[in-house]
Structure formats: C-alpha cells, structure tokens
C-alpha cells in the first residue's frame, strides 16, 4: 500500500459499529482482501481476549481460524484495526480525549509484522465522533498514512499518477 491508503466507507462504517457495541472495552478485528491485492475487501471482527478497557489481543484459536480461512480463501491480512477508549496516562494533546495515535504496546506488536497497518478508531463514548487514523512502521519510526474513505475503489486515486491528464 502506497500512497494514500483508501478504505470503502460501508467498511469504516463495519468498524466503528463494532468499536461501539464493545465500548468501554477495545474493539479489534482485521481488514482482509485478495492476495495479490491492494485494496481491503471485507471487515473480519474478532474477540478481545484481553477484555479490558486499556489493551487488546486477538482470541488465539479464533486468529488460527482466520489465517486458514484466509489461506483457504487466498486472502491476506492488510490492515489490524483496533479501537481507543480512554484517555491515555500522558495524552498527546491537550483535548483530554483517546487519540487514535499507537500506544506503546501498539508499536511493540507493530515491530512483529512491520508491513502491516494499523487502523485505530478512538471513541471517547459510544455514541462520540470516532477519530479514525492509520499507522504503519518504515525504518523503526510510526507513520501516519495518508486515509481516504472511499465509497467505491474504482474510483480512489492512490497518487497522483493516477489522476487522468485532462490538458
């Protein structure tokens, strides 16, 4: 995934419905899609099996359930979503409000699969304004990606190379 990073809005929609029916707790799932592929296709929730308010790891069996699912359907991981629902010990801001920016621990399990991006949706209640924002790894440093909400891939432009010339 280079350049802008676009997600189908009925997909954004899928997670920030999950990320508020487990509020308080953190929401996590994974953004799947074809192997070759550049764009998510489907929303796949999963259980926190951490079940507190501050942390989230996939349930184990239901994470091998996926990777042969995924194998079986020839798709792959593109994207771990995961969701904030307190304010962090030192806020980055001074809003006060969960920030979808990488916890610590965050980063630590993105050095595990550093190809992969990391969606995060921070709720400061239910029914709040969700902050949606992407993350990856390059080089050990967190970097933000450039987030378009799509409603069709076929019309997303990923760079400007892929803008038509009109002169």
């Keep these: 995934m280079i350049g802008v990073l676009a997600i189908r809005a009925d997909l954004v929609d899928e997670i920030v419905a999950h990320a508020r029916r487990d509020f308080p707790l953190e929401a996590c799932g994974q953004l ?43 798709e792959r991981r593109m994207l771990v979503v995961h ?54 790894l390059t080089d050990g440093a967190v970097v933000e990606d450039e987030l378009a909400v799509v409603e069709s891939y076929m019309f997303a432009h990923t760079g400007s190379d892929d803008v038509p010339d009109r002169s």
Excluded: C
């Design 32 to 74: 799947v899609g074809p192997d070759p592929g550049e764009h998510p296709e489907r929303y796949v929730p999963m259980t926190n099996a951490d079940e507190i308010e501050s942390d989230f790891a996939f349930s184990p069996a239901e994470d091998i359930r996926l990777e042969r699912a995924l194998d079986a359907a020839g």
């Design 83 to 136: 969701s904030h629902t307190r304010v962090p010990r030192r806020p980055l801001t001074d809003s006060g409000l969960p920030e979808a920016y990488p916890s610590v621990k965050d980063i630590a399990q993105m050095e595990w699969t550093p190809d992969q991006h990391w969606l995060i949706v921070a709720l400061s209640t239910a029914d709040a304004r969700p902050e949606i924002r992407s993350f990856h």
